[in-house]
C-alpha cells in the first residue's frame, strides 16, 4: 500500500465515521484512542456490559458508510454526481 493510499483509507473512513450516529461514532473514536471502557460506557451513558454490542453495531455500520464512501467516490470518477461533505454537488452542470 503506498502513501496515498493510506491517506485515503483514512479521510474514507473519517468520512465514514462523521456519517454514523453520534454514539457509534464516539464508541469507535474512544476505543480507536485506547480510551477505557469504563470511561467509553460513561460517555455513552450506558452499562459497560452493553459496551460489546455497541461496538458490534458500530463496527457493522461503520462498514456500510465506508462501502458508500467508496461507491461515491467511483461513481464521482465515473463523472457521476459528487459527494462533498455529505451533499451532492452536480460539479460538471455549471451555474443554473
Not at 485506547?34 to 460506557?41: Q, T
Not at 455497541?54 to 470518477?77: M, T, Y
Amino acid at each position: 500500500m503506498h502513501a496515498g493510499q493510506v491517506v485515503d483509507e483514512l479521510c474514507a473512513r473519517e468520512h465514514a465515521l462523521r456519517s454514523l450516529p453520534l454514539p457509534y461514532s464516539l464508541a469507535l473514536r474512544l476505543r480507536d484512542a485506547g480510551v477505557a471502557l469504563e470511561m467509553v460506557a460513561e460517555y455513552l451513558g450506558v452499562e459497560d456490559v452493553a459496551l460489546e454490542g455497541i461496538f458490534r453495531i458500530a463496527e457493522a455500520k461503520l462498514l456500510a458508510a465506508q462501502q458508500r464512501v467508496r461507491d461515491e467516490s467511483e461513481e464521482s470518477a465515473d463523472g457521476g454526481p459528487m459527494v462533498a461533505s455529505g451533499a451532492l454537488v452536480a460539479e460538471r452542470e455549471g451555474p443554473a
